[in-house]
Nanobody
Framework: QLQASGGGWGQAGGSLRLSCTTSGRTLISYHMAWFRQAPGKEREFVSA????????FYADSVKGRFTISRDNHKNTVYLQMNSLKPEDTAVYYC???????????????WGQGTLVTVSS
């Protein structure tokens, strides 16, 4: 069970950091990703990181503003969100997969989501 946290209110231009962790399962062997779903829109890819942390992927809409990272000792994946925009408002989901990494949403495991609201 993946658990995403760190969502909340942010102002445009501000920052938030999301975390994703799990209990009872180590994430060290899993590729991880963040997706988001805004009200009335389909779920979209945000960022992904390989199991080793050596490769990262970003949607064009967040490139240069968001940074994905992982701390395998803490069994946690982070999404640092800077220069927030109102259009970043969405429920953010973390996902894990043993084999695939990238923007394809066919990840095996999903968290429950954490809401990020950005005001202008």
């Amino acid at each position: 069970q993946l658990q995403a946290s760190g969502g909340g209110w942010g102002q445009a231009g501000g920052s938030l950091r999301l975390s994703c962790t799990t209990s009872g399962r180590t994430l060290i062997s899993y590729h991880m990703a963040w997706f988001r779903q805004a009200p009335g829109k389909e779920r979209e890819f945000v960022s992904a990181i390989s199991a080793s942390g050596s490769s990262t992927f970003y949607a064009d809409s967040v490139k240069g503003r968001f940074t994905i990272s992982r701390d395998n000792h803490k069994n946690t994946v982070y999404l640092q969100m800077n220069s927030l925009k109102p259009e970043d408002t969405a429920v953010y989901y973390c996902a894990a997969d043993y084999l695939r990494v990238g923007s394809n949403p066919l990840y095996d495991y999903w968290g429950q989501g954490t809401l990020v609201t950005v005001s202008s």
